[in-house]
């Protein structure tokens, strides 16, 4: 499968089999946008309307040259026995949910604004954030490095269980060889010099949640009083991240139908001095005022170019900052499992709630027919860790064919449940965006490492 498309300036074409990239000529650019569809001799025919005939025939044979050399048209016809799996995986990742509540109210939150759909604002015990960890290490066989999220809700509500629970983890670090990842998900209200000392020393990452200019954010991440807390917020991320060297952490924000025009919301925040953004389009019902939809995309496809023009102008010109999407590794990148099953959810990675029931993930929470045990009592359904492992681009109808499949490993499980009530049925919308993204991303990293 080649996909061509063109992004900032270039004709870009890749070889989804293989993972080679090129930078075409006008003629083998169009004579690869057929290559898949049409047979050798109706390409020619096609070619030769618009081009001299002895340079079509030139360019078909460089092209199939290529071919034999294995660099384009590759297709490894992927089975289930590559991905064959000795039982059931370890888990290596937690999601640990330690608040059930949150300080502000934001409009848009999955999560019921901290409560999780389960009517009951709770923080996390000791003793079950105690239990998570020891569930963690029992399941990860002989997996050294764990990872673990502290997320809510508002994490910061539980901080002193949080700092307890961190220094019971560097207790099994001793006691089972084993190495935690800890980070913090924070919407950054409560932040001060005391948990930033914290944060610092224990928290491999830190992830600050900001939505961009002062009206878009307080339009949809009011206070529990529904007034703006903008200004405290951005005050408290500037003396995080400068106290972090602008190391380990991200600005993620979220944007709506409210501010099309997002990518004026990165650059404010680039220039506020944030060198590491994510925003995210907001993931909702259409019956929402805020909500997307594929009406919005022609609109927001306009705007990931608009930024990445800006993009690689700033961080030519030393403006430098860094967008999650715009990220991506072409020469080494995750390995073939990473790759058609991404994040791992309800296998390698799960969330385990405030009352220490399990689920695939923190999206899950609050769904009953997928909760998955409990690190209280340890069970685990090993059954569904099953259906999510196997739950790959290879048996995503959508997938198959998909140029994308190897880059996004089909996108978010929990939006294709929330969507489309199954969990292997991709949510059409996502695709679209994570597509449009790739294809900036790609060019981004070519552009940038033309000429190393």
């Not at 650019?29 to 025939?57: G, M, P, R």
């Not at 059930?100 to 604002?121: I, V, W």
Request: net charge negative.
């Amino acid at each position: 499968m080649i996909h061509c498309f063109e992004a900032l300036g270039n004709k870009i074409a890749l070889d989804v089999g293989s993972g080679s990239i090129f930078l075409p000529d006008d003629l083998a650019f169009d004579a690869l946008k057929l290559w898949d569809t049409h047979s050798q001799e109706e390409i020619k025919n096609i070619l030769e309307k618009e081009y001299d005939k002895t340079l079509v025939a030139e360019t078909l044979d460089e092209l199939n040259e290529m071919k034999a050399k294995g660099l384009i048209d590759v297709n490894h016809n992927y089975t289930d026995e590559d991905l064959k799996m000795e039982g059931p995986s370890v888990v290596k990742a937690m999601c640990l949910l330690v608040a059930h509540d949150c300080n502000m109210r934001c409009k848009y939150c999955f999560a019921d604004t901290g409560e999780f759909h389960m009517k009951n604002r709770i923080l996390i015990s000791y003793e079950t954030g105690k239990a998570a960890l020891d569930w963690l290490v029992k399941k990860s066989g002989n997996r050294r490095f764990l990872e673990v999220d502290f997320f809510g809700g508002e994490p910061l509500m539980n901080f002193e269980n949080v700092k307890k629970i961190v220094a019971y983890g560097r207790d099994l670090e001793k006691k089972y060889d084993k190495k935690f990842k800890f980070t913090i998900t924070t919407n950054g209200l409560a932040i001060n010099d005391e948990n930033i000392a914290y944060m610092n020393k224990e928290m491999d990452n830190v992830v600050i949640s900001i939505d961009g200019r002062k009206d878009v954010h307080d339009k949809m991440r009011p206070g529990v009083n529904q007034k703006s807390c903008y200004d405290v917020v951005l005050k408290n991320a500037k003396k995080l991240v400068e106290a972090r060297k602008q190391q380990q952490y991200y600005i993620r924000g979220t944007y709506t139908k409210y501010n099309l025009d997002f990518a004026n919301d990165i650059l404010y925040l680039a220039d506020e001095g944030f060198e590491q953004i994510s925003i995210e389009p907001v993931v909702a019902p259409e019956t929402e005022s805020y909500a997307l939809t594929e009406a919005d995309f022609p609109v927001m496809e306009k705007e990931y170019d608009r930024l990445a023009h800006m993009y690689m102008d700033r961080r030519k010109n030393g403006k430098w900052f860094s967008f999650f999407h715009y990220n991506i590794d072409l020469t080494g990148g995750p390995c073939l499992k990473k790759r058609l099953n991404g994040c791992g959810v309800g296998n390698e990675y799960v969330a385990v709630a405030a009352d220490g029931d399990i689920y695939p993930c923190h999206q899950f929470v609050g769904k009953e027919e997928y909760k998955m045990g409990s690190v209280l009592n340890n069970t685990f359904n090993t059954d569904m860790q099953a259906v999510f492992a196997n739950n790959n681009v290879l048996h995503k109808e959508k997938c198959k064919n998909c140029w994308a499949k190897f880059y996004c490993a089909g996108g978010c499980t929990a939006n294709a449940y929330n969507f489309n009530k199954n969990i292997s049925e991709p949510h059409d919308f996502e695709c679209m965006v994570e597509k449009k993204r790739l294809e900036n991303a790609i060019a981004i990293y070519i552009m940038e490492n033309a000429n190393k």
